[in-house]
């Protein structure tokens, strides 16, 4: 009878930890989009807050940027810079090609300008949430690949960042991985 109980006793903890990671998955949603964007409005500087760990930006240890400018064809220029361990500011440039009539959904390519047709080289930059003064941004896409908090000032107060943090969990991001950035 004690094997009995304790067996039952095993098992409503097993259901009650799966039910309760069930439930804990069932909260988050996938990513989503912004509806649209003024892309006018997103052009300019930002500063990177926060990132995912991306093989691309491995050498980058502050001091990372993105700017971002209207293309007379409606492509977007990405200049993205940042500081190397050893002093020096690197850049990439690229052209984001919008996805949807919002401008919310763009795919990105650092390609040089004659390999950028090729298939798959393209990755995926969602703005996921956006204040209503263009001045702080959640950037990712729907692979939970990639994820930046970006400000229009090298600084952002905690209760801002801990917000848009919040935005990226109920998104389903693994936000104890974020790395923030020294900006100087």
């Not at 930006?57 to 990372?64: A, I, L, M, P």
């Not at 209207?70 to 990439?92: F, P, Y």
């Not at 001045?135 to 801990?162: A, E, F």
């Amino acid at each position: 009878m004690k094997s009995l109980s304790k067996t039952l006793a095993i098992s409503t903890v097993v259901c009650s930890s799966i039910f309760g990671a069930i439930a804990a998955h069932a909260e988050t949603q996938a990513p989503k989009a912004v509806e649209q964007i003024d892309i006018n409005k997103y052009t300019g500087k930002w500063y990177e807050i926060a990132h995912l760990p991306v093989y691309f930006q491995r050498k980058c240890v502050s001091d990372t940027s993105a700017t971002y400018a209207l293309n007379a064809d409606k492509t977007v220029a990405v200049i993205n810079s940042c500081r190397t361990q050893s002093g020096e500011m690197t850049r990439s440039e690229g052209v984001a090609y919008p996805q949807n009539a919002g401008n919310s959904k763009l795919k990105v390519s650092f390609l040089p300008k004659g390999l950028r047709w090729i298939p798959f080289t393209k990755g995926d930059y969602w703005v996921l949430r956006i204040d209503p003064d263009y001045q702080t941004v959640l950037v990712g896409g729907p692979s939970h690949k990639y994820l930046w908090i970006l400000s229009r000032n090298p600084q952002l107060d905690t209760t801002t960042y801990q917000s848009y943090l919040q935005t990226a969990r109920d998104y389903g991001y693994d936000v104890t991985k974020l790395v923030k950035t020294p900006q100087k």
